[in-house]
Nanobody, 120 residues
């Protein structure tokens, strides 16, 4: 079994910052890409940022220049530094990991989600 546990969400004022963390644990053989997605109320889940094992990052246009994704491979952890937050960033943020639990078994896993609310 694999678990992804997110932390760091909360309430912040517009212009503020938050840092999300997501730690993967369990029967992990190797991790490929890790990423963050978000789902606002009444909307579909959308990509925020991804980072493959090689380190080339990818961002949604709406967060470029404000959010930074990074990972610590030794800790199986991915981070999302969110700066200059806007009310439209309000959503449940989900961590995702594309990983192998054995040499022949590769799947995508999701965390439980953490709420980020940007409001004055």
């Amino acid at each position: 079994q694999v678990q992804l546990v997110e932390s760091g969400g909360g309430l912040v004022q517009p212009g503020g910052s938050l840092r999300l963390s997501c730690a993967a644990s369990g029967s992990i053989f190797s991790i490929y890409a890790m990423g963050w997605y978000r789902q606002a109320q009444g909307k579909q889940r959308e990509l925020v940022a991804t980072i493959p094992s090689g380190g080339m990052t990818n961002y949604a246009d709406s967060v470029k220049g404000r959010f930074t994704i990074s990972r610590d491979n030794a800790k199986n952890t991915v981070y999302l530094q969110m700066n200059t937050l806007k009310p439209e960033d309000t959503a449940v943020y989900y961590c995702n990991a594309d990983l192998k639990t054995s040499p022949l078994r590769r799947s995508s896993y999701w965390g439980q989600g953490t709420q980020v609310t940007v409001s004055s």
